[in-house]
């Protein structure tokens, strides 16, 4: 941030992101940089609150003008019973990573995490449609799976303890699960893979995807950043399929929020994504 080009006044919007810990948390880059490419008079800020703090945190916030907040690790759920209403998004997720505060003082929780998960796949060219498997079946896969049915497409989940994936399966009304090490077997009944388990993660040890059977035709999806070429599109690109990280999906779920609160819709451009890279 660019304190000469982005001084906060007495009318300065704030909004913010809460977590524990919140210090790896690149949304304040994002939306700081957002405010000054659109000129708007608005400031983002890490709020680092304790679990058992977030319902006092959230009315502390409220009550002290912010315009919202985004939520993460480990709030997101937790928020589902400290807000006044929830739109579909965050019903369907059964989480809650963007607040608005709204006029009348109420907490509006939405979701904006499957929905920012398919626009980065939109944004690659790489529309999710037909067969889709989806690997684990945490808060991460419920989001995506929910916004991947929202599509129109037919998602299987598969997920290392089985009763997981069955009870997301049935939570979503997804159309079928996979036994954990029954999938690279089946791949090539499918379009698309989406990992949105750690696997693969920096400092989560070694991940081996066997992508053997996948038809020509698949897209690969990670959730994951860290590392940019993580195992998985690693495997994909050595196959010659199609692959997209989750760094642009980070960047796509934050648009909601910023419009929300600040009330212009930012663009996910070249910028914006080189911001989030350099900061790898
Ligand atoms: P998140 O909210 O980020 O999705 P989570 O709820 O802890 O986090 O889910 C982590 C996902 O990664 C789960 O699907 C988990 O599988 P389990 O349900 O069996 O725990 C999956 N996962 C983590 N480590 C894994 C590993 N070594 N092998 C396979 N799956 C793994």
Redesign the pocket.
């Known amino acids: 941030r660019d304190a000469r080009l982005m001084p906060i006044r007495g009318t300065t919007r704030l909004a913010g992101v809460i977590g524990w810990p919140v210090k790896h948390s690149r949304s304040p880059l994002l939306h700081n940089h957002w405010c000054a490419h659109y000129a708007i008079d608005g400031a983002y800020v890490p709020l680092a609150v304790r679990p058992d703090d977030l319902g006092t945190a959230l009315k502390g916030l409220c009550a002290a003008g912010f315009a919202g907040v985004n939520l993460t690790i480990p709030h997101k759920e937790a928020a589902l019973s400290l807000m006044d209403r929830m739109d579909r998004s965050a019903e369907r997720a059964g989480a809650v990573n963007t607040v608005v505060f709204a006029a009348d003082g109420e907490t509006v929780g939405l979701c904006s995490d499957g929905t920012g998960f398919v626009a980065n796949l939109d944004a690659h060219g790489v529309s999710p449609k037909g067969r889709v498997l989806v690997l ?6 419920r989001a995506v799976v929910a916004a991947l049915l929202d599509r129109g497409c037919e998602v299987t989940i598969t ?3 089985a009763a ?1 994936a069955i009870e997301l399966r049935e939570a979503l009304d997804a159309h079928d699960t996979l036994p954990w090490d029954a999938w690279p077997e089946a791949l090539g009944d499918f379009d698309l893979l989406v990992n ?4 693969g993660m920096d400092g989560h040890g070694n991940a081996v995807f066997d992508l053997g059977q996948a038809s020509s035709g698949l897209s690969v999806a990670d959730i994951v950043y860290v590392p940019r070429q993580t195992p998985l599109l690693a495997a994909a690109e050595a196959r010659g399929l199609r692959g997209v990280n989750g760094l642009g999906m980070l960047a796509h779920q934050a648009v909601i929020g910023f419009e929300a609160w600040f009330g212009v819709r930012p663009d996910v451009d070249a910028a914006t994504m080189a911001l989030l890279d350099a900061d790898l």
Do not use: C
């Open positions: 684990g079946a945490g808060g991460a896969a997920n290392r303890t997981r949105t388990t750690s696997l």
